[in-house]
C-alpha cells in the first residue's frame, strides 16, 4: 500500500505539493485543463490510503461481521471494530458504545428524530433549529413534528450569517424538547460558537445535537469538550467513503432509546414471543453494515491525524484568507457570509452572472464549484437570493487553484456582464 | 466543445436585454415554472385571440440560458396559433435533446442558437423551462417544475 502520507515529515505546515500526490483525482483533466476541485463542501476526494485500506479489505478479509467463527469474519469484525475505535477516539468519546455507524450525517439526524424524538416529543413540544440549517437538520424534524403534534421553532440569523444568539437564547423555553444545530453552515462556512447554545440549552436541561457534517473535516471536535448529547457527521466530507457515517450519542440517551430499524445483528434472541435487542452500539445497527465504508473512515480518520487536524485548520484558514483577498477584488462580486469564525467556504453573487451561468463557465476552465442553494433554501431565502456560487476549500488546494478561480470569474464578467 | 457554442451572441444579447420581459396584467392564461436545481424561476403570461397567440410575455429571474430562452421563446410564438406554438415546442424539445436531423433548424430562426445547450446536459433543464411553463399555461396548469 501506499498508504504513507507523503507529508509526514513535514514540520509546522503541510507539503501540500507531497499531499497532492496521495490523491489520484487531482492528477486528472477537465475539459482539457487541469482540475481544480473547489467543492469540497459537498463532497471531498480520496487519498490513495482509503482506497487501499478498502480494495486490501475485500481482496484480503472480506466476510460479514460479527457472526462467523471463520478467519475471515473475525479478521473484517477486527477491522470494522477496530474503525469504530479510531472515531471514537478522534472525537474523544467516552466510549466505542457511544459511536452507531449510521449512512451519514442524513441518516443520523433521522435516528435520533425517530428514535429518541417520536416517543417521546407531543403536542406543545418544542423543537429548535437555526435558520442556517441544511435541510438534513429541517426536514427530519418537521417529519417528526407532524408525527407527534410538536412545532419546530427556528433562531433567526443575521445579515453576517451568524446565528443571532440572543434570539435562540428567547427561544428557549420548557416547552423545548431538543435543541438541533449546525456546528458549521454548510452555505456559508459560518463557525457556530457552539459552546454557548449549548451552554444556554443545558441551563433548561434540553439536550442538543449537533450537525458536524462540515465540521469535522476542518477542525478538531471533542465531544465530551463540547458537551453535546448528539453529534453526527460523513465520512465522505472527510475523505472517507460516501454511505458511512456516524451517530455519536450519549451512552445513557442511546440506552433509553428503543432501536428505529429492526433486523439482524440488532437482537441477541429472536422468539415469536419476545425479541431482546442487542446492546449498544449495535441496537441501532440493523443489518450487515457498510464494513468497506467503516474501514475507508478508519483509513480517513489515520489519514488526517497523520497530516494533523491543527496544521489542516491552519492550512485551510489561510486560503479563506486568500481567496477573500482576491475575491474582493472582482468588480461587482458580493460575498454571502461574513461571520468572523468562519471555515474555508465562500459564498458569493456577481452582478449580472447567475450562479448556474458560472458553474458552466468554471467548469469549462476546470474548476468544479458549487451553484445553486446548497440545500440550505431558507438561508437563499433569508438573503433574498435564488442561488449562490460557492468555492470551499480542503488542505489539498493551492492558492495556484484560487488563482484559477478568478480568472476564471474573469471570464464569465467579460462573457455575461 | 466551446463555450461560445453554448453562450452565443444571440443568447448574451437576449439575457442582457429580455424582450417581452413584463406581466400582462390581463391575460388569459399565465404558468410559473421553476427549477429547483438551479433556483430558476419564471410566469409567462398570454394573451388569446380566439386559438391565437395575440400576446405573450414574462418574467422572473434565473441564469443566462433560461432568461434568453424565455426571451426567445415570446419572439417566436406571438402571432402564431396555440397548435403551431406547441408544433414549436417539441422541436425545441429534440433540438435540445437530440441530434437535430430531424430539426428543421432554419425553420426554427433564432431560436436555433440553443442547439449548443444540447452538449451541456446540466443546462437542458434551463433552456426548456420556459417551453414546459407556455406548455402549461396553454392547458391551462398553474404550475410547472422541471424537476
Redesign the interface.
Known sequence: MSAVPASRHAVGTLDVAAIRRDFPVLERMVRGRPLSYLDNAASSQRPHAVIDAMSSYYETSHANVHRGVHTLSQEATDLFEGAREKVRRFINARSSREIIFVRGTTEAINLVAQSYGRPRFGPGDEILVSWLEHHANIVPWQMLCEQTGATLKVAPITRTGEVDFEAFAALLSPRTKLVALAHVSNALGTVIPVHRFIAAARTHGVPVLLDGAQAVPHLKVDVQALDCDFYAFSGHKMCGPTGIGVLYGREALLNAMPPWQGGGDMILAVSFDKTVYNVLPYKFEAGTPDIAGAIGLGAAIDYLETLGMDRIAAAEHELLVYANEKLAAIPGLHFVGTALEKAAVVSFTIDKVHPHDLGTILDHEGVAIRTGHHCAMPVMEFFGLPATARASFAFYNTRAEIDRLVDALHTAREMLG | MD?KD??RDVI?DH??HPRNFREIPDADRRADGFN??????LTVYVKLDGDRIADVSFNG?????SVASASLLTESVKGKSVAEAEGLFSQMHQLLTRDDAAVDVPGLGKLAALSGVRE?P??VK?ASLCWHTLDAALHSQDQVSTE
Open positions: 463555450l453554448l453562450y448574451v439575457n442582457r429547483p436545481l438551479c433556483g430558476d424561476k429571474s434565473g441564469c443566462a440560458i451541456f446540466a443546462r434551463c
